[in-house]
């Protein structure tokens, strides 16, 4: 067991709420994944050194750590592919 997770009193592990996190997310976004609020999620971003508002985007790896202090199981959304058609006019 690494040193982020621990065990609670009946010894599963304390990270064990599964979010799917996009590659990239809006700061309002991520607190509503995993159930708090923007501010808890700009103040765990600041602690990891980065500065962002409730309206813009962080990365995966960003999200995924504040993720991970927060006790949730951070997994990378699979993206649907777009297709875009052209037609001639």
Do not use: C, W
């Not at 010894?11 to 709420?17: E, N, P, V």
């Not at 765990?44 to 993720?67: C, H, P, R």
């Amino acid at each position: 067991m690494n040193s982020q997770q621990t065990t609670n009193s009946s010894g599963t592990s304390a990270a064990s709420k599964r979010v799917e996190i996009p590659a990239t997310v809006v700061v309002r976004d991520l607190a509503e994944l995993l159930d708090t609020s923007a501010i808890e999620v700009i103040k765990e971003l600041m602690k990891n050194g980065v500065m962002a508002a409730i309206n813009q985007s962080v990365d995966y790896e960003a999200a995924a750590t504040v993720a991970r202090q927060l006790e949730f199981e951070p997994h990378p959304r699979e993206e649907e592919a777009v297709t875009v058609e052209r037609r001639e006019v």
